[in-house]
C-alpha cells in the first residue's frame, strides 16, 4: 500500500509503500508527488498506485518464482529431488523479484544475504589473501555458487530460452581450481585410532565405509541392502557375493561398481539385519542438530580418538590418495570414479627422486 508523507527539505509532499499483486512487488522509498496541498498528493498517490497494477497486469512481469514454477513442470529442466531444497531456500530469498530486475549486482546482494560470513571478503581479490584465508575464502564462495547464484541462473536461463526474459550473463564467486585446493586428509594412524578407540559403532562404521569405498557422504547414506544396479545383471548395492560396491553417483547420475576392501567386507559380514539402508540416516542433514545426527557424532570420533577434527569428505581424498601413490592418472580416475582428470592430477604422487632421475636423464 502507498502512503504519503512530508519532508523538510522538500515543500512536496512524497510517496512512499509497497504494492503487491499475486507474487509481484514493486516498492517506492521516496517519489515526489509534485503537490503542496495534500488532497491532491492523495489523488497523485491513488493515481500511482493504479498504474502500478495497471502495469502489473498487462506487461510481463514474471517473477522468480512463477519462472520456477513453470521450470520444475519441465522435465528436462527441473531440479533434481536431491537440490530441491537448494531452489527452495533461494525462492524466500529471490521469489518475488521479476525477471528483469536479476544482474550482478542484485545477485551478489542476495548472496550476501544468504551468505553473511562472505562479507569479510567483500571487495578483496581471492588472489590476494594469505594462503589459508584463501583457502577458506575459496570454500566459502563455492557453497555461495553452488547454493544460491546456480539456482538463480539456472532459472534465469530458462526463463531466456522461453522469452520471457534477455539471456543472462551471471558472474560467479572466484574459487581456486581442484589442484589449487588444499586437501585435508586422514593418516593411516589416525584411521588405526579411530578404529580403536572409537567406541560410536555407527559413526565408526560410516567412516570405514567412507574410507575404503571412497564415495561422496550422500552417496553412503544412499546405499541399501535390497537395492540393485540396473547396468551391472541387477546385482545388489551390497554384493558379498562378488565382494563389490555398486554405488549411485548423484553427481554425474551414474552407476560406478567398485571392488570390496577387505577391511569394509568384514564390517559388512556382521551386520545381520540386511533388509533396509546401510547407515541409519536418511541424508547427512538428517537430526543435523540433535546429539544423535552425523556432525555431532563424527565430531565426538574425531575427539575420542584423538584425531584432528576432518569432515566426511576428507575421507575421500583419503581413498584418493592412498590409490594416487602407486597408481596411473586413468586407473585413478576409474576407481574413484572422476571424468576429469584436473581433478585426479591432484593425487598423483611424483617423488622427488623421480623427478630427480628424469632431470638427470636429459642428453648433455
Known amino acids: ?23 509481484k512487488v514493486k516498492t517506492i522509498n521516496k517519489l515526489s508527488t509534485g503537490r503542496i496541498n495534500q488532497k491532491e498528493a492523495k489523488d497523485e498517490c491513488d493515481r500511482v498506485n493504479a498504474e502500478i497494477i495497471r502495469n502489473f497486469e498487462q506487461e510481463d512481469c514474471m517473477t522468480w518464482t512463477e519462472c520456477f514454477e513453470r521450470m520444475k ?6 531440479p533434481s529431488q536431491q537440490r530441491m531444497s537448494v531452489f527452495k531456500r533461494v525462492e524466500k530469498l529471490a521469489g518475488d523479484y ?5 544482474n550482478d549486482d542484485l545477485i551478489f546482494e542476495l548472496a550476501y544475504k544468504q551468505y553473511p560470513n562472505l562479507k569479510q571478503w567483500e571487495g578483496k581479490k581471492l588472489r590476494d589473501l594469505p594462503y589459508a584465508e584463501r583457502q577458506l575464502a575459496s570454500s566459502k564462495f563455492n557453497s555461495a555458487n553452488a547454493g544460491i547464484i546456480l539456482p538463480i541462473s539456472k532459472v534465469l ?27 585435508e586428509k586422514f593418516s593411516i594412524e589416525d584411521v588405526r585410532a579411530i578404529e580403536e578407540k572409537c567406541t560410536d559403532e555407527g559413526i565408526k562404521f560410516l567412516f ?18 535390497q537395492d540393485t544396479n540396473p547396468e551391472n545383471d541387477d546385482r545388489p ?19 560406478i561398481t567398485k ?8 564390517y559388512l559380514e556382521r551386520i545381520n539385519y540386511r533388509e533396509e539402508r546401510l547407515f541409519e540416516w536418511d541424508h547427512l542433514h538428517d537430526r543435523q542438530n540433535n546429539p544423535s545426527g552425523i556432525p555431532t557424532r563424527w565430531w565426538a ?31 585413478l580416475m576409474t576407481a574413484v570414479g572422476w571424468k576429469s582428470s584436473k581433478v585426479a592430477l591432484g593425487y598423483v604422487h611424483t617423488d622427488k627422486k623421480e623427478v630427480k632421475d628424469m632431470i638427470n636423464g636429459l642428453p648433455e
Open 1 to 23: 500500500m502507498l502512503t504519503i508523507f512530508k519532508r523538510d527539505e522538500s515543500p512536496f509532499w512524497q510517496i512512499r509503500g509497497t504494492v503487491k499483486l499475486g507474487r
Open 73 to 78: 513442470k519441465n522435465p528436462k529442466h527441473c
Open 98 to 102: 521479476e525477471l528483469r530486475d536479476f
Open 157 to 183: 536461463h530458462y526463463g531466456a530460452k522461453q522469452g520471457w526474459c534477455n539471456d543472462p550473463t551471471i558472474e560467479h564467486f572466484e574459487v581456486l581450481n581442484a589442484r589449487a585446493k588444499h586437501k
Open 208 to 225: 570405514i565405509f567412507l574410507i575404503y569405498a571412497g564415495c561422496r557422504i550422500s552417496e553412503a547414506l544412499n546405499m541399501h541392502w
Open 237 to 255: 548395492m551390497i554384493d558379498l557375493e562378488q565382494d563389490e560396491l555398486n554405488i549411485w553417483q548423484f553427481k554425474t547420475q551414474e552407476w
Open 259 to 266: 571392488p570390496m576392501h577387505p577391511k569394509l567386507k568384514e
Open 301 to 331: 570420533m574425531c575427539q575420542q580418538a584423538g584425531v584432528k577434527y576432518k569432515n566426511r569428505h576428507a575421507c575421500r581424498h583419503t581413498h584418493a590418495s592412498w590409490l594416487g601413490k602407486k597408481n596411473s592418472l586413468q586407473a
